[in-house]
Every structure is written in structure tokens, then in C-alpha cells.
């Protein structure tokens, strides 16, 4: 009986939109992601380079321009967490266990489209 009635004040709260521990941890989880993966797709297109690995760089330079890719992910992946975290919040039921994948995917698809939609894309084409 505890258990339904704390569920229920639970789901009657306020959802904030802007939640800053959310959007923190979101921007370091994008800024971690492109320090981590950008020398080693650096290093992939070196690679797959027709003049040959050395020869495109070799190993000289895996950093070269991960500071103002990390700037720009740290905003981007942190209105990805926000959005996703609001749509989950807006999709809220209390519906059976294998609708809930579909919340998860739904609340996904819109922290990736919203945040680019709205931000990304419009930056992108006021810049060129």
C-alpha cells in the first residue's frame, strides 16, 4: 500500500525541464565519447588512406581538432540527456513491461532529431 501511494506522489511531481546534474553528466558523457573515439577514427581514415598510413600521417596529429569537437559536444549531448529525459517523463505510464522498450526508443529518437532539429542544423547553415 506504501509502495502505490509514494508511485503515485512520485509520478503527480513536477518533471523540470532544465535538470543541471542531467544536462552535466550528458555534455561529459559527449565530450568523454569524442575523446575517446576521435584519434581512433582519425587513425581508421589514415588507415583507409589510397596514399598509405604513413604517409597521411601515421600516428602524428590523432588529436589534431578534437578541441572544438569536444566544445561542440558538450552542448549537443547534453540536450540530447534533456530531451531524452523529458520525453520519457512525458511518455509515462504505468503500461505493460513490453511497451516500455518503446518509451525508451521513442524518448531516443527524439533527444537525437529535437536537439539537431532545433540547434545543430540551423548553427550548421548560418555558418556556411
Given at each position: 500500500m506504501e509502495s502505490r501511494k509514494r508511485k503515485?506522489?512520485?509520478?503527480?511531481?513536477?518533471?523540470?525541464?532544465?535538470?543541471p546534474p542531467t544536462s552535466f553528466a550528458g555534455g561529459v558523457a559527449g565530450?568523454?565519447?569524442?575523446?575517446?573515439?576521435f584519434p581512433l577514427d582519425t587513425i581508421k581514415t589514415r588507415l583507409q588512406s589510397p596514399q598509405g598510413f604513413n604517409k597521411a600521417g601515421g600516428f602524428r596529429g590523432i588529436y589534431a581538432g578534437v578541441p572544438s569537437t569536444a566544445v561542440g559536444s558538450?552542448?549537443?549531448?547534453?540536450?540530447?540527456?534533456?530531451?531524452?529525459?523529458?520525453?520519457?517523463?512525458?511518455?509515462?505510464?504505468d503500461s505493460a513491461s513490453h511497451v516500455k522498450p518503446m518509451k525508451h526508443m521513442l524518448a531516443a529518437s527524439a533527444g537525437?532529431?529535437?536537439p539537431f532539429s532545433l540547434v545543430q542544423f540551423p548553427l550548421w547553415e548560418s555558418l556556411k
Open positions: 503515485k506522489r512520485e509520478c503527480a511531481r513536477p518533471h523540470r525541464l532544465f535538470s565530450v568523454s565519447v569524442d575523446l575517446i573515439l558538450f552542448p549537443n549531448a547534453a540536450m540530447f540527456f534533456l530531451t531524452y529525459e523529458y520525453v520519457k517523463y512525458l511518455l509515462h505510464t537525437e532529431v529535437i
